[in-house]
């Protein structure tokens, strides 16, 4: 059975850093592609970060410069290394994995995951 654990949210003032980390069970890691998605109050879901089964990385635009995304295999566990955080950034944060390969440098839809973690909270003061 996937399990996906997110950790590593909390409150930060703007300008700051905080790295997320998801821990995963339950599956071979090369099998499946990870996103990082978020979603704020009264706004709908959106992907921010992704990785896919060889490593290549996508990321939206408006977290490029700020974000990597990143997974240790031998640890499984998939992390997102958040810089510079503006207010914008509060949001909850979610990971996600899909079972398949996907070779492709774009974010995916929510839709294509089967799996998702239970979230951790970011909240960025001005």
């Known amino acids: 059975q996937v399990q996906l654990v997110e950790s590593g949210g909390g409150s930060v003032q703007a300008g700051g850093s905080l790295r997320l980390s998801c821990a995963a069970s339950g599956f071979v890691n090369n099998l499946y592609y990870m996103h990082w998605f978020r979603q704020a109050p009264g706004k709908s879901r959106e992907g921010v970060a992704g990785i896919n089964n060889s490593g290549r990385t996508s990321y939206s635009d408006s977290v490029k410069g700020r974000f990597t995304i990143s997974k240790d295999n031998a640890k499984n566990t998939l992390y997102l290394q958040m810089n510079s955080l503006k207010p914008e950034d509060t949001a909850m944060y979610y990971c996600?994995?899909?079972?398949?390969?996907?070779?492709?440098?774009?974010?995916?839809?929510?839709?294509?995951?089967?799996?998702w973690g239970q979230g951790t909270q970011v909240t960025v003061s001005s």
């Open positions: 996600a994995a899909g079972y398949g390969y996907y070779s492709g440098s774009s974010l995916l839809s929510g839709r294509k995951f089967g799996y």
